[in-house]
Nanobody, 120 residues
Framework: VQLQACGGGLVQAGGSLRLSCAASGRTFKNYAVGWFRQAPGKEREFVQA????????LYADSAKDRFTISRDNTKNTVYLQMNSLKPEDTAVYYC??????????????WGQGTLVTVSS
């Protein structure tokens, strides 16, 4: 599975962005997908994940009420809708596919990342 994340950019605090993670390969529906982010000088951290069917999601507390993950298996794409963005959300956002969960070890395939910058 090859993943490509896009949709990042510069947005003012309080604004919204929708990230997309497009996957190649017919087996995409067999993988859970997670979003992680890495801010400058910080470790990569878990944001949200969705199971293979899209029926179950997992959220980090930092984004639970502001971000929403979804997937469309007919389009081999997972989305991360981000609302009420804050400067501390500034980071490179990565999507990953694997067995799922909130740990890096649950994912075998990683996209290249897309930069989100939130200005105050």
């Amino acid at each position: 599975v090859q993943l490509q994340a896009c949709g990042g950019g510069l947005v003012q605090a309080g604004g919204s962005l929708r990230l997309s993670c497009a996957a190649s390969g017919r087996t995409f529906k067999n993988y859970a997908v997670g979003w992680f982010r890495q801010a400058p000088g910080k470790e990569r951290e878990f944001v949200q994940a969705i199971n293979r069917s899209g029926g179950s999601t997992l959220y980090a507390d930092s984004a639970k009420d502001r971000f929403t993950i979804s997937r469309d298996n007919t389009k081999n794409t997972v989305y991360l809708q981000m609302n009420s963005l804050k400067p501390e959300d500034t980071a490179v956002y990565y999507c990953a596919a694997g067995v799922g969960g909130s740990q890096w070890s649950g994912y075998d395939y990683w996209g290249q990342g897309t930069l989100v910058t939130v200005s105050s």
